[in-house]
């Protein structure tokens, strides 16, 4: 069965410092990746989304970044965190063979908070 | 760009009353997918509807897919405080990014 991890669960940073979360897949190839970020209860944003190893798609221009350095590793960075960075960051996979009816699972989340 | 709205955006109700969450979309997608949250973890898929007219079962939950596909509902019977959550509709339109909506907060009170 697939997994995915995603860590560190809480992390509280100080304003300007870097940031990496880190998440992984388990028991699949090719997944498509994803970083989203929820405001507290409500929908999420897309951030970033891979399809491929090195291939990184932006959707919301921000001080973020994402890299894809392994199939099934996904990271999300910073190199100077601003205050509005502080909230719910979520990764997913969803399967790469058929892209019109592929649900997305989520890892559990980090709650990012920024001081 | 294709947008979904869910309706309501907040539900509290008391254990035992029955319950539905509307998901719209001036668009048509390929499929849709309902997923409930908890606080503090990731949602979890509870279904995904491919086909207008689709209904399908989870126990007390009953989802349904509109004819044109642009729209979707879901029951809950006899609601429970488990039950309690945030429930988020995604539709798929053909690209590997899924629309959500902005999710509905739902409580349930013993």
């Known amino acids: 069965s697939q997994t995915i991890h995603q860590w560190p669960a809480t992390l509280v940073q100080p304003v300007g410092s870097p940031l990496s979360l880190e998440c992984t897949v388990e028991g699949t190839s090719n997944p498509n990746l994803y970083w989203y970020r929820q405001a507290a209860g409500r929908g999420l944003q897309l951030l970033f989304y891979s399809v491929g190893i090195g291939q990184i798609s932006s959707e919301v221009p921000q001080n973020l970044s994402a890299s894809r350095p392994q199939d099934r590793q996904f990271i999300l960075s910073s190199k100077k965190l601003l205050l509005s960075d502080s909230g719910f960051y979520l990764c997913a996979w969803s399967r790469n063979r058929d892209r019109l009816n592929q649900p997305q699972h989520f890892g559990d989340g980090t709650r990012l908070s920024i001081l | ?110």
């Open chain 2, 1 to 110: 760009t294709q947008l979904l709205e869910q309706s309501p955006q907040f539900l509290s109700i008391q254990e035992g009353e029955n319950l539905t969450v509307y998901c719209n979309s001036s668009s048509v997608f390929s499929s849709l997918q309902w997923y409930r949250q908890e606080p503090g973890e990731g949602p979890v898929l509870l279904v995904t509807v491919v086909t207008g007219g689709e209904v399908k079962k989870l126990k007390r939950l009953t989802f349904q897919f509109g004819d044109a596909r642009k729209d979707s509902s879901l029951h809950i019977t006899a609601a429970q405080t488990g039950d309690t959550g945030l429930y988020l509709c995604a539709g798929s339109g053909g690209s590997y990014i899924p629309t959500f909506g902005r999710g509905t907060s739902l409580i349930v009170h013993p």
